[in-house]
């Protein structure tokens, strides 16, 4: 038996265990998807209600930390500009003004 023909059938006894370990993980997650999915279709309407309040309060949440972080940033940022613009005024005021005469 040549060493090619050797090579080709382990490769095709070795294919077999190679996509079932591929296929396991896929069909488990599969499975989750559509179990989730038809329970929460099978859910009753007051559960319902309750996730779309709970949604909309996480959505006015999200809305109001920004609106209370938006000027935090904002200002947090000027400060930043304003103190590189005086460091850089500081070191040019000091490369200019000064006079080498010994």
């Known amino acids: 038996m040549a060493l090619g023909v050797a090579r080709d059938i382990s490769l095709i006894i ?5 996509c ?8 488990m997650a599969f499975g989750a998807w ?3 999915r038809r329970t929460r279709l099978a859910l ?3 559960i319902r209600a309750a996730r779309s309040v709970v949604r909309r309060s ?3 949440i999200d809305r109001g930390t920004g609106l209370v972080t938006k ?3 904002f200002y947090e940022t000027q400060s930043a500009r304003l103190r590189a613009m005086w460091r850089t005024l500081v070191s040019l005021r000091g490369t200019h003004g000064r006079t080498d005469n010994g």
Do not use: E, G, K
């Not at 070795?14 to 190679?18: E, F, G, R, T, Y």
């Open 14 to 18: 070795l294919i077999v265990p190679a």
């Open 20 to 27: 079932l370990c591929a296929l396991l993980p896929a069909a």
């Open 34 to 36: 559509y179990l989730t």
């Open 44 to 46: 009753p309407p007051r």
């Open 58 to 60: 996480r959505d006015a």
């Open 71 to 73: 000027p935090i940033y």
